[in-house]
């Protein structure tokens, strides 16, 4: 009998490549799409739009791609070079105990990693409930009147209230105290900001302060070293002698015990969270707060989210002070911060809520016992203790065998802190237990018999001063006493990821923020212990495995952007914006030109841009954009020329944020070098160039990318984020460094970002997307993406004005970048129905809106990503096409101006089940505009929120359960 042959084995092996699940069309839809746009092949269509003057000259050179299976083999013998030791390091990370209902239901679900930022309220309500459990959580521990959600880690947070207090304080001094127990890395990040601005950082021991003038003081409490000092009586001295602001850096798992900093007269209170549920992952992501006293909640930086009210005068929770937000401040912003740490925030905040205040007490109890305990077994054999309070952490005098100490420490899998020459630190944690403690004693005992623990069974006293012990609630909300059995957090958590619309439902199209698929595989080596386990200030050589991780990663994005270094240190875009732009002032100085502090931005930046500038020290002057959305080369000139003595920098984005490919970006880099000028290319759009045009080939000196955004770290409902900085050769040497663990350079500017790795042990998400996509994979994403922004905006060319284009011929919608701007404000004009409604009316679609006033009010930019199938792409456009008939039918007068499914959207299940209907269209049409939504549909829980009765009306923590009930 005859055998049929089996297919090749290359055929076979083939199709297991990942490119095919991350790019959504097949070949069938892309012959569809393209016949929908009228070009001939998806390369005849990238070349009409991609401007031949920037193609890359060569290809990526990178590993060829592999399977899935075959990239997790492959990463884990990457991590196994780590090697994850019992940390006692502390130095603001601990080890902590992740709840196994919090780590499979948050940090491993794709409902709250893939949700965006919650700027459309009413389909964020679960994670902003979850984000207002964590600023009350902040504002019980810490005693303050407001706190925000979140900081992206204790060094930058106490260096953003460094210049929160410089804003709101009264003492003109320019000068800021620092006490010398504050952490070093702390110290680190606050010396590279304070540089630019002009304020002079002193590190004393306390009385210094009180007789000197300063603008604030920042203290750690407890110290590095373990004291935990009563600040009352100092804080009244200092603010009687400097009128100065006080900020305490504080642990919140010591602030269980210890008085709270607004009770010791703190004025700001700063710190990280992440002993709250986050392991240790290298240094990050972890979420950092910042709380403050109510006097400067309008000043406060980063997000807040805040209680409102629906349209039916429910409760609601949306983004509060949103006119702060950097895309509205711009060159008078404050701040920087865009991207956060939602996700850790998130953690952090459930951790509390499955504890509760008796839990959390409990915990702390049992560290303070337990480094009561260490204390006394370590004098009886023979060692002095510094500090002489401690709530978890002990600086032991080593009698002249430091070395030894640290040396018998780690052969024994446990690391010390290298507290001084002669003393090492112990940090415990909620992890620590009796054989750990017996473990620790071993390696100071020498020989000796171990102490008994006989004192701790009876109860052992407390190294926590009388003075200092706290006596105020906390926590008393009954979302921290609720679900506390595992039944009932998990279906809390549940109920919550149920109100949100993430990823995991359906396409989120929000331009400029590239809301790709965020595979599995590549997020399961996030939680790998050999990842998730180390200090970031462990040994050098005990982080191998990320110090490969780091050059590989590093190495391939080099490839897909041209540039010669990067750093992967900044936690996010803002952070690489700032880091970069601290490189070239740092490059002008060591020429002798420390003037040059012109940065030229376009109008159509986003707001981090400007933002970032002025952190830095420069000044900022906006350039033109002209009709078509290109940088308006005249103006740019005559800038340029008025400002050439002082030219520091431009920043533009490419393709811009109006989604074009400026056919000039080569000659506008040109002039500004002209001019003595260095040229950052925002790195957030690189969606549309990897592996076809490389901005360290067309010009850029420096570029940050968004690993969230075009290398598939999910958003996590606004972070975490990485934003590596990207620099051309010249530059290489003034990337961050991070002196306080070890990584020196002389010409550096300094840390940007508390761990040397930033947000390290998300990094292997951007390591398998690499690696599992190879140079071909990553080249066909992009063109994949731009495919896909054609075809929607082709299907809705001849609904909606397509706001810029490139006007190429035979190309329906005119041709775009990788996202498209459709122009709602003619339609408003005629109809009163505008942008606005469209996004929410998107909602009862079942739908995220797009990007929504940005870059250009009125209109909604969507991005629909590779990752879209044609069918997903579809509904949406159905769904857009079904809204514009909608608003045909109010300008044809069928609905009124003020009543009509648009200004009335979203509608809830409730207001549809009401007896008294009393509108213009009916039910049906409200809730089932088209006839899938029947069988599948998603119930947003509140109408339209009313932002401007949140802002006056200022709440930001729990509202009281009656308001639910
Ligand atoms: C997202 C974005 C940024 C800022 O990045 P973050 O990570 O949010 O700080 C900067 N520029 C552009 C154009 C962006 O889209």
Request: glycine fraction near 8%; hydrophobic fraction near 45%.
């Amino acid at each position: 009998m005859l055998m049929s042959a089996l297919p090749t084995l290359a055929s076979l092996e083939n199709s297991t490549e990942f490119h095919a699940r991350h790019i959504g069309p097949d070949a069938a839809d892309e012959a569809g799409m393209l016949s929908v746009i009228g070009a001939a092949s998806r390369r005849a269509l990238i070349d009409a739009i991609v401007p031949g003057s920037i193609k890359r000259a060569a290809g990526m050179n990178l590993p060829a791609a592999l399977t899935e299976a075959q990239a997790l083999a492959e990463l884990k013998t990457v991590a196994a070079q780590n090697q994850v030791l019992k940390s006692y390091i502390g130095q603001g990370y601990y080890d902590t105990l992740t709840p196994g209902v919090i780590l499979r239901n948050i940090l491993e679900n794709p409902a709250w990693y893939t949700a965006y930022t919650p700027y459309q309220a009413e389909i964020s309500q679960g994670r902003m409930e979850a984000l207002v459990n964590f600023q009350t959580m902040v504002t019980d521990l810490t005693g303050m009147a407001i706190a925000n959600a979140s900081m992206l880690d204790e060094a930058t947070a106490a260096a953003e209230a460094m210049t929160l207090a410089a804003r709101v304080g009264k003492s003109k001094s320019q000068v800021f105290y620092v006490a010398d127990d504050v952490l070093p890395q702390t110290l680190e990040v606050i010396r590279t900001r304070a540089n630019p601005l002009g304020f002079e950082v002193r590190v004393c021991n306390g009385d210094e302060a009180l007789n000197n003038d300063s603008f604030a003081v920042l203290l750690q409490y407890p110290g590095v070293n373990g004291e935990v000092r009563d600040y009352a009586e100092w804080i009244a001295k200092y603010k009687a002698r400097s009128n100065g602001v006080v900020i305490m850096a504080a642990d919140l798992l010591a602030l269980t015990l210890i008085k709270a900093p607004a009770e010791l007269g703190a004025d700001i209170a700063i710190g990280t969270t992440q002993r709250f549920g986050m392991p240790l992952c290298n240094g990050g992501p972890h979420a950092a707060y910042m709380a403050c006293k109510d006097e400067y909640k309008r000043n406060l930086p980063g997000r807040l989210v805040g209680v409102s009210v629906d349209v039916h005068g429910n409760p609601a929770y949306r983004l509060a002070l949103q006119t702060r937000e950097q895309h509205i401040r711009r060159e008078k912003a404050t701040s920087n911060i865009c991207t956060a740490q939602v996700l850790p925030a998130v953690v952090a905040s459930m951790y509390a809520v499955y504890h509760g205040p008796q839990g959390l007490k409990r915990i702390a109890l049992r560290v303070a016992s337990f480094t009561a305990l260490l204390a006394q077994g370590l004098k009886a054999l023979g060692y002095g203790i510094v500090n002489t309070s401690a709530f978890d952490t002990l600086q032991v005098q080593t009698e002249g065998k430091t070395a030894a100490i640290h040396a018998k420490a780690i052969a024994a899998g446990l690391n010390l802190r290298h507290a001084s020459a002669t003393t090492v630190g112990i940090s415990l944690d909620e992890t620590t237990t009796r054989e750990h403690l017996q473990a620790l004693l071993t390696v100071f005992a020498d020989g000796q018999a171990l102490p008994a623990f006989d004192a701790a069974e009876k109860g052992i006293a407390t190294l926590i001063p009388a003075a200092v012990q706290r006596t105020s609630a906390y926590l008393t909300h009954p979302v921290f006493n609720r679900y506390h059995s595992e039944t009932e957090m998990l279906r809390y958590l549940r109920a919550l990821a149920d109100k949100d619309l993430a990823l995991d439902r359906s396409m989120i199209p929000l331009g400029s923020c590239t809301m790709k698929l965020n595979a599995t595989s590549e997020m399961i080596p996030i939680t790998w212990p050999e990842f998730a386990g180390v200090h970031p200030f462990a040994p050098r050589d005990q982080l191998k495995g990320y110090a490969l991780l780091n050059e590989q990663l590093t190495a391939w994005l080099c490839q897909a952007t041209g540039y010669a270094g990067i750093s992967l240190q900044p936690n996010a875009g803002s952070q690489g914006e700032y880091a970069g732009l601290l490189a070239i002032k740092a490059w002008h100085e060591s020429r002798g030109e420390g003037h040059r502090k012109i940065c030229l931005i376009p109008e159509s930046a986003h707001g981090t841009n400007p933002a970032s500038a002025q952190m830095v020290g420069m000044s900022v002057v906006v350039t033109k954009c002209d009709k078509e959305g290109n940088i308006d080369l005249g103006d740019l000139k005559a800038k340029c020329e008025q400002h050439s003595a002082n030219l520091a920098a431009i920043m533009i984005t490419y393709p811009s944020t109006y989604g074009v490919f400026d056919t000039q970006v080569k000659e506008i880099c040109a002039l500004v070098k002209s001019h003595g000028g260095r040229v950052y290319v925002d790195g957030a759009n690189m969606n549309a160039l990897v592996g076809v045009a490389a901005p360290g080939e067309f010009g850029g000196d420096v570029s940050h990318l968004n690993l969230h955004k075009t290398f598939c770290i999910p958003h996590g409902g606004g972070g975490p984020g990485v934003g590596p900085v990207c620099v051309v050769a010249d530059l290489v040497p003034y990337l961050p460094a991070h002196r306080s663990a070890g990584y020196e350079s002389e010409t550096a500017i300094g840390a940007v970002s508390a761990a040397p790795l930033g947000n390290a042990a998300v990094l292997p998400i951007s390591w398998m997307y690499v690696r599992m996509m190879g140079a071909d994979g990553l080249t066909a994403a992009t063109e994949t993406a731009i495919l896909s922004a054609n075809y929607v905006a082709a299907r809705l060319a001849d609904a909606y004005d397509i706001h810029f284009s490139g006007n190429i011929a035979g190309v329906k919608g005119g041709g775009v970048a990788h996202e498209c701007i459709l122009d709602i404000r003619p339609l408003k004009d005629a109809t009163g129905v505008g942008a606005e409604d469209v996004a929410k009316r998107l909602i009862d679609y079942g739908f995220h809106a797009p990007t929504l006033s940005f870059p250009v009010a009125g209109t909604l930019m969507v991005e629909p990503t590779e990752s879209e199938s044609k069918h997903e792409l579809d509904r949406f456009c159905d769904a857009m096409l079904a809204i514009r008939a909608e608003i045909a039918q109010v300008a044809a007068g069928t609905w009124t101006a003020t009543d009509n499914p648009l200004v009335n959207a979203p509608h809830t299940a409730e207001s549809l089940l009401k007896a008294d209907w009393a509108h213009a269209y009916s039910r049906e049409v409200a809730a089932y505009p088209v006839a899938s939504l029947r069988r599948q549909k998603y119930w947003v829980p509140v109408g339209r929120v009313d932002n401007v009765w949140g802002d006056r009306n200022l709440s930001c923590s729990c509202p009281p359960m009656s308001d639910y009930e």
